[in-house]
T-cell receptor, first 115, second 114 residues
Framework: DAGVIQSPRHEVTEMGQEVTLRCKPISGHNSLFWYRQTMMRGLELLIYFNNNVPIDDSGMPEDRFSAKMPNASFSTLKIQPSEPRDSAVYFC?????????????FGPGTRLTVT | AQTVTQSQPEMSVQEAETVTLSCTYDTSESDYYLFWYKQPPSRQMILVIRQEAYKQQNATENRFSVNFQKAAKSFSLKISDSQLGDAAMYFCAYSGGATNKLIFGTGTLLAVQP
């Protein structure tokens, strides 16, 4: 299996622009997670989906952030409008099913820079 | 709310020596899992080892082992025979309840000296 695939790997954009990050989970995995990593806040969960349904979005920082999972093989995280404080590495992870026993497999991350 | 604390921002070890990374956590849940993840400069998150809270036996994976002290809410990682490839950021993480969302500590940057 190719593992979790994220695109783009790097994104540089100007403040105010819309940014869309993409994730393809491992085939057959039912849970998908979006994490953000910054120096100030470390690794934090933004949102997770189970069977394509958003379960917990309490980590989404504000209304400028939105996430969708239209089908089992694709998810997007959108920031509109982007701000310099959104600069971070965004990870997508997937697991077979929901439940702490099941390992999460992380993608390589997208490094976002907002100037 | 659950919290995970790593009090060692940086550690250093000589190649072939043993090093222990510390982690404490706080939770009111009885059923949970603890993890150590490794993040090398490539930034890929790699699961190193996992411990189920209901198991008294400490988990081991080759050169990696944990010291799980449930009453003290402590979960340290021991790396034996350290290798240059072990140099990375190490994150302690907690997952509990009905979901497997991970709560991470702030990380420990491990340097391995040749």
């Amino acid at each position: 299996d190719a593992g979790v695939i994220q695109s783009p790997r790097h994104e540089v954009t100007e403040m105010g622009q819309e940014v869309t990050l993409r994730c393809k989970p491992i085939s057959g995995h039912n849970s998908l997670f979006w994490y953000r990593q910054t120096m100030m806040r470390g690794l934090e969960l933004l949102i997770y989906f189970n069977n394509n349904v958003p379960i917990d979005d309490s980590g989404m920082p504000e209304d400028r952030f939105s996430a969708k999972m239209p089908n089992a093989s694709f998810s997007t995280l959108k920031i509109q409008p982007s701000e310099p404080r959104d600069s971070a590495v965004y990870f997508c992870a997937s697991s077979l099913v929901t439940g702490p026993y099941y390992e999460q497999y992380f993608g390589p991350g997208t490094r976002l820079t907002v100037t | 709310a659950q919290t995970v604390t790593q009090s060692q921002p940086e550690m250093s070890v000589q190649e072939a020596e043993t090093v222990t990374l510390s982690c404490t956590y706080d939770t009111s849940e009885s059923d949970y899992y603890l993890f150590w993840y490794k993040q090398p400069p490539s930034r890929q998150m790699i699961l190193v080892i996992r411990q189920e809270a209901y198991k008294q036996q400490n988990a081991t994976e080759n050169r990696f082992s944990v010291n799980f002290q449930k009453a003290a809410k402590s979960f340290s990682l021991k790396i034996s025979d350290s290798q240059l490839g072990d140099a990375a950021m190490y994150f302690c993480a907690y997952s509990g309840g009905a979901t497997n969302k991970l709560i991470f500590g702030t990380g420990t940057l491990l340097a391995v000296q040749p």
